[in-house]
């Protein structure tokens, strides 16, 4: 730590004696107390049911003593009550010691990958063999993976659209054999969003995960206090209800009656009701720098990390200032009854301003650490480069653990156990699904050959089939992943790309990896200018009545101190260039002029976060799930975007 920050370590010990003095000197008392019964219990003038009860209450105060001596010595958030306090002390330490457990569960199905499939199939079969869907698809004679192969066809949601609808309009044994918790939607990146039924047995096998995914920090980073507290930047989504009540929402949803999983978190309740994604962040961000002992800075995605760690760089003046008086500024957009309970949680505290307000003076590089020293990580998935951008500005020296694979239709079906790794590669949790593998050169064909768990090879592309506990059999995600090594002797992987995000005007089928390399290789000759985001479209969709073929590349950059139109078209040109040295068949439609060059366009300053909400608004995305599409399927966003383009030299 700085040693040039002296109150920082004042304030830290003078927070921390709080808890932990109130804890001991409750421990003291109640040890007392504890011996004063233990002496009636065994006192022979005292009556014999007054002797039993003394010592059954001595047992029961000495408990809590020794709970409350243990806390004494724990570091501590200081806005913990005592409900959340004692809720999330008994949460992580029943945790710690069900980690043996949990790590030979977990190290069991990694040795025996092929067992634990073949032990998941034949519980699927058996819930869901009565179904309607069970008897017409005869799940009875499924009774091993390998039966599995044989007699059940792959599939995509079309095949279950209509059970699922009925699900949701209440009728019963359609192809469940339990009824939905809710249901989730996906976040329709690459067309419609798609509902899932969500069951107890698949969120029994996430939480599996879940609990994985929390030792594979802790092993890679210090393990925190049970009693200190996590930052979850979280934006409440819209829902809707089925005909029989039943919520329809992303996947990532809290409730404020999770109180087990809100006892351990910065922000008081009322924050996860929030659905302007500017002012949860606002919340969340001055929640969490109230807090000297954070222990977790965390979200599902990066974009929404970035984000809320840009709101805490411009508006840590109006931050400070709330936490000074107590009182959330007027101009935060905020329901006006969420407004009121937060502000009941929310205490002046003058001193952690004072130390605040000189870190955030020095500027933000690496002020993750000097506001929070007892933070181990940051956790979110990464997805379009936002990592990189957090680590450059914010982290200095913090962790960034990006944390899991997964999905609706699925939940985490695999987890990164490597937190330190540069490369980013996740072990599959074969409790989670039955998994297939479709060879990536094979995914066109009408009916192709999968390979199983046991059967893929490092290096191997493959697109992934899932046969999940939410009822899908064989099920066909669209996810292309590589194998890059193993987990014991489970397949770890990376996620490449989804084959719904083909660019393919004619036979090419050129994937969105290789055209992220092509912009990104192509912006490394522009110094200065930073990628900020991109997507693409095929001409067809743009202009259907023109026959020429090419792609239309839509880039959002910071150009720094630069200029825009110091890019000349020689420069633009490159991509093309880039994309035809990656890609065989497009170089060839290239050179033969069937495809004419892509044509690169700039947008204006804030345009992907304006499609973002465009999108939102008119699907069932939420802003806690939303990728950027890298294809557009529709004219209308292709001139959303035109619209947005601006006039270079």
């Given amino acids: 730590m700085d040693h040039s920050t002296p109150q920082l370590n004042s304030l830290i010990i003078k927070m921390a004696v709080k ?6 000197c ?10 004063v019964l233990l002496n009636c219990c065994f006192s022979p003038q005292s009556h014999l049911a007054f002797r039993v009860i003394a010592g059954a209450a001595a047992v029961l105060i000495g408990i809590s003593s020794l709970i409350a001596f243990h806390i004494s010595t724990l570091r501590c958030s200081e806005s913990h009550t005592l409900i959340t306090l004692l809720m999330s002390y008994k949460w992580h330490q029943g945790e710690r010691l069900s980690t043996p457990s949990i790590l030979a569960k977990a190290t069991d199905m990694w040795k025996r990958p092929r067992e634990a499939q073949e032990d998941l199939i034949r519980e699927l079969t058996r819930r869901h ?13 499924i009774r091993s993976v390998e039966d599995l192969r044989k007699k059940h066809p792959l599939t995509t949601y079309d095949h279950y659209s209509d059970y699922i609808q009925r699900l949701a309009d209440g009728e019963e044994g359609v192809f469940l054999d339990e009824d939905p918790m809710r249901f989730g939607v996906t976040s329709g990146t690459t067309g419609a969003g798609k509902k899932i039924p969500l069951v107890s047995f698949g969120l029994e096998g996430d939480a599996l995960c879940s609990q994985i995914k929390r030792l594979a920090l802790y092993q890679g980073a210090q393990r925190p206090s049970p009693v200190q507290k996590r930052c979850f930047v979280y934006i409440h989504p819209k829902i809707s209800l089925t005909k029989t009540g039943r919520v329809i929402s992303p996947y990532m949803f809290i409730k404020q009656e999770d109180t087990k999983r809100l006892s351990e978190l910065s922000s008081p309740p009322p924050a996860f009701t929030i659905t302007n994604e500017p002012s949860a962040a606002y919340v969340h961000m ?17 974009p929404q990390m970035y984000r809320a760690l840009k709101c805490l760089e411009a508006k840590w003046q109006v931050m400070l ?9 007027a101009k935060i957009p905020l329901d006006p009854d969420t407004r009121r309970s937060l502000q009941g949680y929310l205490r002046p505290n003058k001193a952690r301003v004072s130390q605040l307000r000189s870190e955030f003076e020095k500027g933000f590089h690496g002020i993750l650490k000097r506001i929070w020293p007892h933070l181990i990580a940051i956790e979110a998935i990464d997805i379009a480069g936002f990592k990189k ?22 939940g985490q079906l695999a987890i990164n156990m490597w937190l330190h790794d540069k490369e980013v590669r996740y072990a599959i949790c074969p409790h989670m699904a039955v998994v297939e593998f479709i060879p990536e050169q094979n995914s066109s064909d009408e009916d192709p050959k999968t390979l199983l768990i046991d059967e893929v090879e490092v290096g191997g592309r493959y697109e992934l089939v899932l046969t999940t506990r939410s009822g899908l059999y064989r099920y066909r995600n669209g996810d292309v992943i590589q194998i890059v090594g193993f987990h014991e002797n489970c397949p770890a992987m990376r996620m490449l790309y989804r084959s719904g995000e083909y660019l393919n005007l004619v036979y090419e089928k050129v994937n969105t990896q290789v055209v992220d390399a092509a912009i990104k290789n192509t912006i490394q000759g522009w110094p200065g200018i930073q990628l900020v985001d991109w997507t693409c479209a095929e001409s067809p969709v743009y202009d259907p009545e023109s026959s020429e073929l090419y792609y239309i590349v839509f880039l959002e950059v910071d150009p720094g101190k630069r200029e825009l139109n110091d890019v000349t078209a020689e420069q633009m040109s490159k991509f093309d260039e880039h994309l035809q040295q990656d890609h065989v068949y497009y170089s060839g439609l290239r050179e033969s002029n069937t495809i004419s060059p892509s044509r690169v366009k700039f947008v204006r300053p804030g345009t992907f976060l304006e499609l973002r909400d465009f999108r939102v608004n008119k699907t069932t995305a939420s802003v806690m799930q939303y990728k950027t599409p890298r294809k557009l399927r529709t004219r209308e966003h292709v001139i959303w975007l035109m619209e947005r383009v601006i006039e270079t030299n």
């Fill in 286 to 302: 001055l929640f969490a720098i109230a807090d000297t002992n954070l222990a977790l800075l965390s979200t599902v995605l990066t």
């Fill in 26 to 35: 409750w421990g003291f008392i109640s040890s007392l107390l504890a011996s």
């Fill in 129 to 141: 063999a009565k179904t309607e869907y069970g008897r017409k698809n005869r799940l009875w004679e």
């Fill in 321 to 329: 200032e709330d936490l000074s008086t107590g009182q959330i500024n």
């Fill in 19 to 24: 808890w932990n003095f109130r804890c001991a």
């Fill in 389 to 410: 951008k957090i680590e450059e500005t914010y982290t200095d020296g913090v962790p960034y653990f990006n944390w899991a694979y997964g999905g609706t239709e699925v």
